[in-house]
């Protein structure tokens, strides 16, 4: 996990109305399109679906996301030893 002065990132999610969320603890946005946001956060990976979403902001060196759209689905992947592996990353996801 990456550290901030000493210190873990607290991963956090707060959705209203299923039309914008606030993610704390990113570490880098992977892909994104209008249908779904792939995140690596300090929790493993996060997928977003939906419809019409848009990255609003992002500022990674705080590690926050805020998304619009409508939010469909979050789902959970662990992330590997070295989470920067797209290789590894596919194969985890296709499984």
């Known amino acids: 996990m990456e550290e901030?002065?000493?210190t873990t990132r607290?991963?956090?999610?707060?959705m209203t109305n299923r039309r914008s969320c606030t993610i704390?603890?990113?570490n880098?946005?992977?892909s994104f399109d209008?249908?779904?946001i792939?995140?690596?956060t300090e929790q493993g990976m996060l997928m977003i679906k939906g419809d019409d979403l848009h990255v609003n902001r992002l500022t990674l060196d705080k590690g926050e996301v805020d998304v619009d759209g409508r939010?469909?689905?979050f789902t959970y992947s662990e992330s590997g030893g070295s989470s920067h592996k797209s290789e590894s990353f596919l194969t985890k996801?296709?499984?």
């Not at 607290?10 to 707060?14: C, D, L, Y």
Request: glycine content about 8%; charged content about 25%; overall charge negative.
């Open 4 to 6: 901030l002065n000493g």
């Open 10 to 14: 607290m991963h956090k999610v707060t």
């Open 24 to 26: 704390n603890g990113v």
């Open 28 to 30: 880098d946005v992977l």
């Open 34 to 36: 209008i249908h779904e």
């Open 38 to 40: 792939l995140l690596e």
């Open 71 to 73: 939010i469909d689905s």
């Open 93 to 95: 996801l296709f499984r």
